[in-house]
């Protein structure tokens, strides 16, 4: 079942001879549970095309849409709405909120929907992402794979249409990225999570069930590497 389509995508910076083409007419679906891994060299296009799909960055021209609705077609009201409930997001710096605890940190989705947290579904979380413990600990008080953990609990936290990670392991050294990759497969499995992955580092790469290159804006390769 088809979960994300993007249909002549465009961004584009600047006007006349100073234009830039960020992303230019690309085009793709991504099916309910796949695991999707986006490849490119620095430049070319990959976090801005992130940023699109999540609804935090406005195409120049195209469409998106995430379970048949089009993303770019709703009022800002709903279309913050649309963030918090069909999209989780996992950042490189794992944007945490320093005062609020793991708890809090991830809950907080939940939260500023003004909806009853599932503490059956954050205890399963807590289990998964080895952060039974540290319920209260503040971000100061984690490592950088538990700070990415409880990012990773956040996005998760909604059961959203679609998680999109952003360089999720660019700043943990190699053993906490590959922990971190395998708790995203985990979750990819587990939960029939659909999964898109921003990474220059081909090892993570291979580790998905499809693979598109970007270069300049543009798809350069889409390959289903397993199923």
Do not use: W
Request: no cysteine; glycine share 8%.
């Amino acid at each position: 079942m088809e979960i994300l389509r993007v249909e002549n995508l465009k961004k584009t910076y600047g006007k006349g001879e100073n234009i830039v083409k960020a992303i230019d007419d690309i085009s793709f679906s991504v099916e309910k549970g796949e695991f999707v891994a986006i490849i490119g060299p620095s430049g070319s296009g990959k976090s801005t095309l992130l940023h699109i799909l999540g609804g935090v960055d406005k195409p120049t021209s195209g469409k998106v849409f995430m379970n048949n609705q089009d993303v770019y077609a709703q009022n800002q009201e709903n279309l913050a709405i649309f963030r918090r409930r069909e999209v989780g997001l996992i950042y490189q710096f794992y944007n945490l909120i320093p005062v609020l605890n793991v708890v809090e940190n991830i809950t907080l989705p939940v939260l500023m929907d003004s909806r009853k947290v599932n503490n059956e579904r954050l205890y399963e979380l807590l289990v998964t992402l080895n952060l039974k413990g540290r319920e209260s600990h503040l971000p100061n008080e984690l490592s950088g794979g538990q700070q990415q953990r409880v990012s990773i609990g956040r996005a998760l936290m909604n059961s959203p249409a679609v998680v999109l990670a952003d360089e999720p392991t660019g700043n943990l050294d190699s053993k906490n990225g590959q922990e971190i990759i395998s708790l995203l497969k985990e979750s990819n499995q587990k939960y029939n999570q659909t999964l898109i992955v921003i990474t220059h580092d081909e090892n993570i790469a291979l580790q998905a069930n499809r693979i598109i290159a970007i270069e300049d804006g543009k798809i350069t390769r889409d390959e289903v590497i397993r199923r």
